[in-house]
Every structure is written in C-alpha cells, then in structure tokens.
C-alpha cells in the first residue's frame, strides 16, 4: 500500500513555470511505474508523463513534450514535474500516480492502483 500526496501547484501566467511534488508514504517508489495525470473541467484523466526507477523511460504525451520533464527524487519516495512554457491548455488537475508490477498501459489511467487527491494548476492568458 502506498499513500500519495501532490503539492506544488497554482496559478501561473502563459509562459511561466511551476514545478509539482509528489511524495510517497508508506513504501518508496522502487518497482513502481509513476505517472503524472491531469483532468480539466469536463474531460478524461489523461496522460502527461511517465517514469521508473529501473530501465525504461521517461514518456511524455505528445502535448508536453519539450516542455515539462519528469523526474526522480534521490531519497526514492519523491516524484517531480517541472513544466515549462506553460499554456492555458494546461490548465488542470494534476494527479500522482503508481502502478505496482506487472506494468500495463501506462498511458491509461485505469491501469494505476495508487492516487494522489490532486493538485490545480491554472495558467492564466
């Protein structure tokens, strides 16, 4: 069981940037898939990035490629998103995510186990 906690967003102009946290209690992230999800008002969860702590990735969406980058944290229970030239489009609720093995359809939001409660991001014209 592992509990996730999102910190790190808020309000933005086009252009800026903002750097999301995500933390882990009750185990670390070792053997897990982490992803970066976000829901806006009346739309699917989908897909922003994805990363491991063995080989394989990062993947991104196609959306925020070149802009945001996902990463981990040395002590292993700390997952982060940098995102950059932020746009409107982004504007969401960005969720932490965790999938224990056997990975499955990473892009697919069905496929995780484990959320965060969600963090808004709003980037302003």
């Known amino acids: 069981q592992v509990q996730l906690v999102e910190t790190g967003g808020g309000l933005v102009q086009a252009g800026g940037s903002l750097r999301l946290s995500c933390a882990a209690s009750g185990r670390t992230f070792v053997g897990l898939l982490m992803a970066w999800f976000r829901q806006a008002p009346g739309k699917e969860r989908e897909f922003v990035a994805s990363?491991?702590?063995?080989?394989?990735?990062?993947y991104y969406a196609d959306s925020v490629q070149g802009r945001f980058t996902i990463s981990r944290g040395n002590a292993k229970d700390t997952m982060y998103l940098q995102m950059s030239n932020l746009r409107p489009e982004d504007t969401a609720v960005y969720y932490c995510a965790a999938m224990p093995p056997p990975w499955r359809d990473y892009w697919g939001w069905r496929s995780y186990d484990y959320w965060g409660q969600g963090t808004q991001v709003t980037v302003s014209s």
């Open positions: 990363i491991t702590w063995s080989a394989g990735g990062p």
